[in-house]
C-alpha cells in the first residue's frame, strides 16, 4: 500500500491550487470587455481598443493632450512652437526623447530623416497657396536651414546655428504618442491592445476574438480623397508598432505635375523615385514612424542597404518597376506574418 507523506499532500493541493487559479484567470480574461475609445488629436483621428473592466479614455487622452502641447506646431503655446520663435522654454521629457531618436535615425539615414525640414515643407506647402512652386533660389536659401547637424540639445534647451531654423516633428509625433498610449495601457496591466493615430499602431496580445491582431496594408493608388482603402495585405501581428508612410493619399497636382508631400531634405524638392508606401515594424512606434518616412525619401535600393544594417526592423515596400507596375518587396523576417495570397513573382 503506497504511503503517502506529507510531501505528495502539499503537491497534491499546491496542484490544484494551479489548475484552480488558471481556470479563474482564463475565465476572467475571456469574460472581460473590450473598450474601445476613438477621438481626433495632432490633426487626425485615433482608434484605441483593450481589454479592461474599465474605461480609460479619461487618461488616455490627457497624455495625448500632453504629446500635442509638446510637438504640435499649430499650437502656439507648445514647446516646439516656442522653439521655433527663440523663445525660452523648459523641455519636457517628451521632447527630448523624441529629439535624441530623431537625430539617432537621421544619422543612419545620412539625412533623410530631418525634423529642421519645416521651412521647406511650408514653402511646399498643398497647391501651393501663391499659386506657382517656389523657385530654385527660394529652395537653395532654405536649405541653408536645413540639417539635422545644425541643432544641438545642450543640456535642457536646444542650440541652433542659426535662429531661423524650425523644427517639425510631424513625422515621428504620431507613432510618439502611440507609444505613450501603450506604455500607460502597461502601466494599468493592460495585456491585449490595439492602438491606432493616424495609421501608426502598437498592437500587444490578442484581438477580442483571441487571435493576433490583423493589420492591413492599403493598396497605394491615386487618392488624395482617402476614399479608396483596398488593402494590398493583410499582417497578422503581435506585441509590435507599425507604421507606414505613402504619397499617394497626400499629392496635389499642378499644371499636370504630380507633387508628393514628402520633401527630401538634401535637395529640397518633393522625392520623386519608385517607393510608394513603406511599413515599417518596430519595437517602438515613433522608431517605425521615423524610418518609414526615411525610406520613403531614400528609394528602394538605399532602403535595403540601411536595412543590412538593422535585423531589428521588419519592411513591406510597394514600389512601381520600370514599367509602371506596382511591385512588392519586403524582409524575409515578415513572411510568417503575410496572410493571404500574394503573387511569388511580386517580390524581387
Not at 77 to 93: A, C, D, F, G
Not at 179 to 199: C, H, K, P, T, W
Request: proline share 4%.
Amino acid at each position: 500500500m503506497m504511503k503517502i507523506t506529507k510531501s505528495s499532500i502539499f503537491r497534491i493541493v499546491f496542484l490544484l491550487f494551479l489548475i484552480v487559479g488558471s481556470i479563474y484567470i482564463i475565465r476572467q480574461q475571456n469574460t472581460m470587455p473590450y473598450q474601445h475609445n476613438t477621438g481626433q488629436i495632432f490633426g487626425t483621428t485615433y482608434h484605441i481598443t483593450y481589454q479592461s473592466d474599465k474605461d480609460l479614455h479619461r487618461e488616455i487622452l490627457q497624455r495625448l493632450q500632453l504629446v500635442d502641447q509638446t510637438f504640435s506646431t499649430f499650437n502656439d503655446e507648445s514647446i516646439i512652437s516656442k522653439i521655433n520663435r527663440n523663445e525660452p522654454v523648459k523641455l519636457n521629457q517628451m521632447f527630448i526623447e523624441v529629439f535624441d531618436l530623431a537625430k539617432t535615425v537621421s544619422k543612419d539615414t545620412h539625412g533623410a530623416f530631418d525634423i529642421t525640414v519645416a521651412p521647406l515643407v511650408n514653402v511646399w506647402g498643398f497647391g501651393f497657396k501663391s499659386g506657382t512652386p517656389p523657385t530654385k533660389a527660394v529652395i537653395d536659401s532654405l536649405r541653408h536651414l536645413t540639417g539635422y547637424e545644425k541643432v544641438k540639445l545642450i543640456g535642457s534647451k536646444v542650440r541652433k546655428q542659426d535662429p531661423r531654423i524650425m523644427l517639425d516633428c510631424s513625422a515621428i509625433a504620431k507613432g510618439y504618442g502611440s507609444d505613450v498610449v501603450a506604455q500607460y495601457l502597461r502601466s494599468r496591466d493592460v495585456e491585449n491592445f490595439m492602438i491606432e493615430i493616424g495609421g501608426e499602431i502598437v498592437v500587444q496580445g490578442n484581438s477580442d476574438k483571441r487571435l493576433p491582431w490583423k493589420i492591413g496594408v492599403t493598396k497605394p493608388t491615386d487618392d488624395s480623397t482617402q476614399v479608396n482603402n483596398e488593402l494590398q495585405t493583410v499582417l497578422n501581428v503581435s506585441n509590435t508598432a507599425m507604421a507606414t508612410s505613402g504619397n499617394y493619399r497626400r499629392f496635389y497636382y499642378k499644371n499636370g505635375k504630380k507633387y508628393a508631400h514628402t520633401i527630401d531634405p538634401k535637395t529640397g524638392y518633393p522625392v520623386q523615385h519608385n517607393i510608394l508606401s513603406a511599413t515599417v515594424l518596430a519595437n517602438t512606434c515613433a522608431k517605425a514612424d521615423a524610418y518609414a518616412t526615411s525610406f520613403m525619401v531614400l528609394g528602394l535600393e538605399k532602403t535595403q542597404q540601411v536595412l543590412q544594417h538593422h535585423p531589428d526592423l521588419m519592411v513591406y515596400l510597394i514600389y512601381a518597376d520600370g514599367q509602371g507596375k506596382n511591385k512588392v518587396w519586403y524582409s524575409p523576417s515578415l513572411k510568417k506574418a503575410i496572410q493571404g495570397a500574394e503573387n511569388p513573382s511580386d517580390r524581387k
